[in-house]
């Protein structure tokens, strides 16, 4: 239990349990209400790794079907990829490498086994070099484009800072993500637009303000030639 001698409240045992504010701690309020709510339990052994309880999964749920449903209509057909990566795919791609290269976590064993170089495995910190080689594959002339999938994964990432449940986590589950494939530039644009349309929906639904920014240059991701991220501004003034 998270304490700062604020208020109190009586609970149906007649014990008293102190609230904490948001207003003056915002982050020991996140962890309290998490807490609080059976959302998720942030005492696992492993850092960055939370485990889900009962009210947390239903909310989590409920969200996954909305997003769901948005990705289905717009267009997108459903799958599952591995969580995998062989370290030479890795390698091949230095310009993706450069965004995650301090990121990832590696089997590097085969039971006692040890990997040689290029043969050690990554655990997914994102699924773009999981999915276009199968694109790769998939796509053989225009008459196989538009091609627009999206999947729901778990993703890992070796955070190193300090780690926030549900925004900064080592593993992340429910990882919703789109990839698609078109014929020409225009009508990848279009098909953004109609995109950030149904996820501003969802935010709107889920009570989310969220704010639309077209990042520089210098921050977008490896190989991105246009960028658009959707950030929500926190008590103090950051923002995720």
């Not at 589950?173 to 530039?185: D, L, N, P, R, V």
Request: proline share 3%.
């Amino acid at each position: 239990m998270f304490r700062n001698n604020q208020s109190t409240e009586k609970n149906n045992k007649n014990e008293v349990k102190e609230i904490v504010s948001k207003e003056n701690n915002f982050w020991q309020w996140f962890l309290w209400i998490l807490q609080e709510a059976r959302i998720v339990d942030t005492r696992y052994s492993v850092k960055g790794s939370y485990v889900w309880l009962d009210w947390g999964y239903k909310i989590f749920r409920n969200i996954y079907s909305l997003a769901q449903d948005a990705y289905e209509q717009s267009g997108h057909n459903q799958m599952q990829f591995p969580t995998l990566i062989k370290e030479e795919i890795f390698l091949k791609e230095t310009d993706f490498i450069r965004n995650f290269e301090n990121d990832v976590f590696w089997v590097d064993r085969e039971g006692t086994k040890a990997l040689a170089k290029g043969e050690r495995l990554a655990l997914r910190p994102t699924s773009e070099l999981i999915i276009y080689p199968m694109f790769n594959k998939w796509i053989r002339s225009w008459r196989d484009l538009p091609m627009e999938v999206f999947q729901n994964v778990s993703i890992f990432r070796c955070e190193t800072n300090e780690t926030r449940p549900l925004i900064r986590n080592r593993e992340t589950i429910g990882f919703i993500e789109g990839h698609s494939a078109f014929a020409t530039k225009e009508a990848a644009l279009e098909f953004l637009k109609q995109v950030w349309k149904f996820y501003m929906k969802l935010f709107n639904d889920l009570g989310i303000p969220v704010k639309l920014i077209e990042v520089p240059e210098w921050e977008r991701f490896a190989g991105s030639t246009k960028t658009i991220d959707g950030y929500v501004v926190l008590p103090g003034s950051k923002s995720m």
